[in-house]
Every structure is written in structure tokens, then in C-alpha cells.
Nanobody, 120 residues
Framework: QVRLVESGGGLEQAGGSLRLSCAAS????????MGWYRQTPGKQRELVAIITSGASTNYADSVKGRFTISRDNAKNTVYLQMNSLKPEDTADYYC??????????????WGQGTQVTVSS
């Protein structure tokens, strides 16, 4: 079983910064892509940023130039540096990882979520 544990959420003023972390633990062969998603009440979960095992990245248009995703493969951890925060960034943020449990079995995992609130 693989467990993803997020940290770093909280309350920040508009224009401020927060850094989210997500550490994966458990027994697995390899972690492939890792990403951050967010969700607000009544809306679908949306992709914020994703990073592949080769460190290629992709971002939602709404966060380009403000958020940076990175990963430390030695620590099985993905980060989301969020700068120039806006009230519309307020959401529950979820970590996601595509994990190869073995060389032939891949599973998708989610963290429990961390709340980010940006005040105006």
C-alpha cells in the first residue's frame, strides 16, 4: 500500500506565498508522474500542476508563472511552491501519484488533502 501525506497548507494573504509538500511512503517499484489538484465546494477537482519522473512539468493556465512544481525523487516527495497567491486559489489541494507497484502493475493514489485559504 502507498500513502501520500500532504503538508504546508494554511491561511495566507493575497500576494503571499505558501509551499505544499507531499511525501509518498510504502512499498513500490517506482513513482511515475506526481501532481497537485485542487477542489472547491460544488466544483470538480481540477489539475493545478503535474511533473513526470523525468521532471517535465505542466501547469493550469490560471497558475502559470505563479506556481512551481518540483520533486525530490530521493525523498519520494513532490512540492508546490505557490507565489503571488490570489483569493481564487482558495481550495483544498490534493496530491496525486501514479505509482508502479511492480514492473507490471500501476496504481493511482491520492493524498487526504490540505486546505489553502487566501484572504483578500
Amino acid at each position: 500500500q502507498v500513502r501520500l501525506v500532504e503538508s504546508g497548507g494554511g491561511l495566507e494573504q493575497a500576494g503571499g506565498s505558501l509551499r505544499l509538500s507531499c511525501a509518498a511512503s510504502g512499498s513500490f517499484f517506482r513513482i511515475n508522474a506526481m501532481g497537485w489538484y485542487r477542489q472547491t465546494p460544488g466544483k470538480q477537482r481540477e489539475l493545478v500542476a503535474i511533473i513526470t519522473s523525468g521532471a517535465s512539468t505542466n501547469y493550469a493556465d490560471s497558475v502559470k508563472g505563479r506556481f512551481t512544481i518540483s520533486r525530490d525523487n530521493a525523498k519520494n516527495t513532490v512540492y508546490l511552491q505557490m507565489n503571488s497567491l490570489k483569493p481564487e486559489d482558495t481550495a483544498d489541494y490534493y496530491c496525486n501519484a501514479l505509482v508502479s507497484l511492480t514492473s507490471w502493475r500501476t496504481e493511482d493514489y491520492w493524498g487526504q488533502g490540505t486546505q489553502v485559504t487566501v484572504s483578500s
